[in-house]
């Protein structure tokens, strides 16, 4: 079992840069591959960002490509996601969660999730 706590979420303006973290508890990180979905009002989580436990090979949205980075630290079991030039569409609660296998971009494959962190990017 792992437990998943993200941080790092709060109010800031368009333009500006936040760094989420997602702690690991119960198990290592190492052995699971890493995704950040998040979830507006009234809409569906959608992927954010993914990384592999193998190689750390990263893929994103279409939306947050060249913006945001999903980065990990095995030795701390913390991932993070630094978000920059963020816009008012980005408002959302951001998840962290770990799968082992299935499809990357798809809630569905991921088992363990973190209880979410509120980001607000004010125009």
């Known amino acids: 079992q792992v437990q998943l706590v993200e941080s790092g979420g709060g109010l800031v303006q368009a333009g500006g840069s936040l760094r989420l973290s997602c702690a690991a508890s119960?198990?290592?990180?190492?052995?699971?591959?890493m995704g950040w979905f998040r979830q507006a009002p009234g809409k569906e989580r959608e992927f954010v960002a993914h990384?592999?436990?193998?190689?750390?090979?990263?893929s994103y949205a279409d939306s947050v490509k060249g913006r945001f980075t999903i980065s990990r630290d095995n030795a701390k079991n913390t991932v993070y996601l630094q978000m920059n030039s963020l816009k008012p569409e980005d408002t959302a609660v951001y998840y962290c969660a770990a799968y082992t296998h299935g499809n990357r971009r798809y809630p569905e494959a991921y088992p363990y999730w973190g209880q979410g962190t509120q980001v607000t990017v004010s125009s």
């Open positions: 990384i592999s436990w193998s190689d750390s090979s990263t």
């Open positions: 119960g198990r290592t990180l190492s052995n699971y591959h």
